[in-house]
């Protein structure tokens, strides 16, 4: 599987030309200023004459953000497709949240990817275990669960059992890759908002605001 960053950046070119959600009134306060971005939400829509509020840029998150203080520190890129570190003020929830379930869904198909390669082999040996093992006489043994049998029946048992057990999991992981790719086709409404620049730093990354939202 690609990095989560790797995977949206494959998204770029929707995510650049995705509009922003357009709604009668998205007030916003930064500082002490309160703003309504209608006007820029609804020159997204059609992107005809001059645009509006220019300070206030579409950026990208790419990267589930870290908590820094009252900020989140995030990966992103720029209208000008510029890959920046920042740190983002009242970053919605939205992003945040869709992220996460973008990453735990990459690392749920990796540990299924492992886990059917570790299967695959153990399904190996215990054909080959079947196929080559020259006495048909039962041996027992004993482990945590009891007594247990060893023989031809046994043998043959195991190696249908991995035989389905792979097979469940290979169709588990063809749901979980479309699911992902469905989610990664969600980036252009999910991992987009609206940001300016405040002006200010911390260390050298920039220090951007999205404005907490006025219900």
Known sequence: MKSLFSALLLC?????????DSTESDRRVVGSTTVDLATVNEWFQGRKGERPMKHWKKI???EVPERAGSSWLCS????SREKVTIYVNNLPDKIRSYLQGVKDLDARIR???AQLAEDKHNREVAWN???NFTS????IGSSRRGVIADNDYTRRQTAYAYDEKIKAEQSQLTLLRQEYKQALAQAPQKAVTLAMFTGNHFGSSEIWDCGRPIQ
């Open 12 to 20: 770029l070119p929707l995510i650049a030309a995705a509009e922003i």
């Open 60 to 62: 990208i998150i790419t």
């Open 76 to 79: 992103a890129i720029t209208e």
């Open 111 to 113: 540990d299924l990817e």
């Open 129 to 131: 275990r079947y196929i």
């Open 136 to 139: 048909s006489d039962t041996a």
